[in-house]
């Protein structure tokens, strides 16, 4: 008896300081943030987010495969409030998954253009880009001429017969530019394409995309596909040898001359299940501000999403990566092409 009361006090005492946890996590301004980039410029404007706001940020880290699963294991009674993931493919496959959910914001709709945002509906916008980066193509000078390669298209032209590296086709970067250009070419000649470039390879598609750009300087291959941030971090590189790379290789910004640089984005939304949703919405707000935009876009040498704001990085600059035409294909598009694309590549066998 004297045990079993001892007992229900000591059970009390949990459940009354369990109550006084939980009331305090509601009076808490928290923000549970599962995010896919670990740059450390990020930190400092979340610091400046909390500071500002009083809101505590509560951060998960993992990759973005890792997001997508542990929010589905975790189902209606995820604590996630936000989720940021990089590459437009996978927040449309996140998308799809009904992982998210449409918010209205006046302040985004006037900051961010249409283009890098989910499709609009009566409800609002699921995902929206706070970042961009191009899907420019490096090429060999002493192989090959840069008129050769000045378009997507060209990539799959005889000319480059033995000289094309790329990643994997199924890696979103490579999935995401090549539903733009199907959406572009259309199914047929997009497929076409596709094979003329599985039939230029000059190896198998392997590595990451800075593997791409070192294969181009070693010679095992004469054009490659990387994104921007890539190149800027070897130009900004003190390492010798990441110099010598990057004296061995040009820059073409593609399709400057028809429609424009393939752009991705990293980009952020609303948990489905969010319990703290206007602290969600007040992070989305504040990622479109010139400061927080200054350190995500600018730390890891992207683009700013935000209308009207400039990049100012030398390292860009230097790749000529500061004034180029920008492709302006919904983002959406992505979401409607990808299973298509995927079958397509099956299909020619690129890998
Ligand atoms: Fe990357």
């Excluded at 199914?187 to 039939?199: H, I, N, S």
């Excluded at 990622?287 to 999403?305: I, V």
Aim: charged share 20%; aromatic share 6%; net charge positive.
């Amino acid at each position: 008896m004297k045990h079993s009361l001892k007992l229900s006090a000591a059970l009390a005492v949990a459940a009354a300081s369990l109550g006084a946890q939980t009331q305090a996590f509601a009076q808490d301004k928290v923000l549970n943030l599962y995010s896919a980039r670990h740059y450390q410029t990020d930190e400092v404007m979340y610091d400046t987010f909390t500071k500002t706001t009083g809101i505590k940020i509560n951060r998960v880290d993992a990759d973005d495969a890792g997001i997508i699963a542990r929010l589905r294991a975790e189902g209606a009674a995820s604590p996630a409030d936000v989720i940021m993931l990089v590459d437009a493919a996978r927040l449309a496959t996140a998308d799809t998954q009904g992982l998210f959910q449409p918010i209205k914001s006046a302040k985004l709709d006037a900051a961010i253009p249409a283009n890098l945002r989910a499709h609009a509906t009566a409800d609002g916008v699921t995902w929206t880009g706070f970042s961009t980066r191009a899907r420019v193509i490096v090429y060999d000078p002493a192989r090959v001429k840069a008129e050769d390669v000045a378009t997507y298209e060209q990539l799959a032209n005889p000319k480059l017969k033995g000289m094309v590296c790329t990643r994997s086709g199924s890696h979103p970067y490579n999935l995401s530019l090549f539903s733009t250009v199907v959406e572009r070419l259309g199914d047929q000649k997009g497929e076409a394409w596709l094979k003329g470039v599985v039939d230029n390879m000059a190896r198998a598609p392997k590595g990451g995309d800075t593997d791409q750009i070192k294969g181009v300087a070693s010679g095992e291959c004469g054009v490659a596909l990387t994104n921007t941030y890539y190149i800027a971090r070897l130009v900004k590189s003190d390492k010798a040898e990441d110099k010598a790379v990057m004296s061995k290789v040009k820059v073409m910004f593609p399709n400057q001359g028809t429609s424009g640089t393939h752009v991705n984005i990293a980009g952020a939304g609303v948990a489905k299940h969010a319990k703290n949703r206007d602290n969600a919405i007040a992070f989305m707000e504040f990622l479109s501000s010139p400061y927080a935009q200054d350190y995500f876009a600018n730390g890891n040498n992207e683009f700013p999403t935000v209308k009207g704001l400039k990049i100012d990085n030398p390292a860009i600059k230097a790749i000529g990566g500061d004034s180029f035409k920008a492709e302006t294909v919904p983002l959406g598009v992505v979401a409607k092409n990808m299973t298509k694309v995927q079958q397509m590549l099956d299909r020619v066998g690129y890998k």
